[in-house]
């Protein structure tokens, strides 16, 4: 009898340790999986390596940090961006698209291109990124439990918010050069 309970107390402790492993670290694996197979299409790489280099200015959103939901309105005022019970309205289609992808993110600060010819570029190149790392995560997580995608889908996110934080979002407003080409007497 004493061997059968000690038989029974491995496998418990075993199982238990599977599970705990399973629960904390496979959903890292994920993250870690879908970043090395997009490399430079991963958001925050496309963010660090397209939007930071050039001018910027800082951009707030007071906005919770977990995934959202946003949704662009067009009203009688122009182009609102609806996040939650929040709206923040935009001076144009392209800019409210590019902050929608870091809305659903949660990021509460970003760094809007200052040329604005630049930013429907951009937001179709994020907006790529996050639609790639969405089929990525689904391909990946595909025979897991709804809980457990929820899990890892919340820890992915986290990981593309906390990236692009430690990128920053840069100063509020661009530097501009003083310098002129007028001949000094």
């Not at 993250?31 to 496309?46: Q, S, Y």
């Not at 709206?87 to 760094?111: H, N």
Request: charged letters at 25%.
């Amino acid at each position: 009898m004493k061997n059968h309970l000690e038989a029974f107390t491995t496998q418990w402790f075993f199982t238990f340790a599977f599970c705990l492993f399973t629960f904390y670290f496979c959903d890292m694996d994920i993250t870690t999986v879908i970043k090395e197979k997009l490399n430079a299409e991963w958001l925050p790489e496309v963010y660090r390596g397209k939007v930071r280099t050039q001018r910027t200015r800082a951009h707030r959103l007071e906005i919770a940090e977990r995934e959202n939901r946003a949704i662009i309105q067009h009203t009688l005022l122009g182009v609102e961006l609806k996040v939650g019970n929040q709206r923040f309205s935009c001076p144009d289609l392209s800019t409210a698209r590019y902050l929608q992808i870091f809305a659903r993110i949660g990021c509460g600060a970003v760094a809007v291109p200052y040329d604005i010819t630049k930013i429907s570029t951009l937001a179709d190149e994020l907006e790529s990124a996050w639609q790639k790392i969405l089929l990525l995560f689904e391909k990946a997580a595909k025979d897991k439990t709804a809980s457990v995608k929820g899990r890892m889908r919340s820890s992915l996110i986290k990981e593309i918010r906390l990236e692009i934080e430690e990128i920053g979002a840069g100063s509020l407003m661009p530097e501009f050069k003083q310098s002129t080409k007028q001949r000094s007497n």
